[in-house]
C-alpha cells in the first residue's frame, strides 16, 4: 500500500527481455536502502526489488503489467516517480494508492497558469464512473485530485514544488501515464453493481 506521495525520482539504465517478460535495473539515491523483496511503486506500479547493486537495483514486469500499463514505453534514461511502501506509523498525506495500475491515460494538455500547472488527460470512457469531481486519483503514482471531469478526460493542478520534484515537469503531451482510481470508489462501485444484477 501507497499514499501517492513520491519520494525521490530514479532513472531507468538497463532493461532486459526475458520471454514475455522486461527486467529493468533502475539507479535511484534511495536504492542502498531497499531490500530485495520489497515493493517499491514505479510511476505508480507496485513492482517487487530483486537485485540491488550500490545506486541500482532490478525489478521485473511480467506481460499482464506491460499490457495494462505504460511500462512498455520505459527506455534507457527514462525518469520515473518513486515510493516506497507505506508504514503503520506512516501519515497518510495522500490517498491509499495499491500500485495496481488500471488503466493507462493520455496527457492532452499542459498549462502554466502563474507558476503551478494544470493538466489534462483523456481516458477510456469505460472507466467514467470511477473518476469523480475533487476525488483522488493516482497519475504515474502521484496521489491528485481531479476538476473538470467529463466522461474520457478530467484535469489536475500541480502545485510548483509537486512539478520540480516529480516526472512531471518531464510530461510531454500525446505522452501516456499509468493511472489508478480510488480504492474506495471501486469497491462502492463494484458492491453496488452487485446489488443491482
Known sequence: MFTGIIEVMGEVSEIISAGTNKSFWIKATL?????????????????????????????TAVQETLEKTALEDWQKGTKINLERSL????????????????????????ENVNGSY???????????PYVVEKGSISVNGISLTVFEVTEHSFKVA?????????MLHLLKVDEKVNIEFDLIGKYILRKLSLNNS
Do not use: M
Not at 501519515?91 to 491515460?105: C, N, P, S
Not at 494544470?118 to 467514467?128: G, L, M
Open 87 to 110: 508504514l503503520p506509523s506512516s501519515r497518510l498525506d495522500g490517498h491509499f494508492v495499491q500500485g495496481h495500475v488500471d488503466a493507462t491515460a493520455t496527457c492532452t494538455h499542459i
Open 158 to 166: 500541480i502545485i510548483p514544488y509537486t512539478w520540480q520534484h516529480t
Open 118 to 128: 494544470e493538466i489534462q488527460f483523456s481516458f477510456p470512457e469505460s472507466f467514467a
Open 31 to 59: 536504492a542502498p536502502d531497499f531490500k530485495v523483496d520489497q515493493s517499491i511503486a514505479h510511476n505508480g506500479v507496485c513492482l517487487t526489488v530483486e537485485e540491488i547493486n550500490g545506486e541500482q537495483y532490478k525489478v
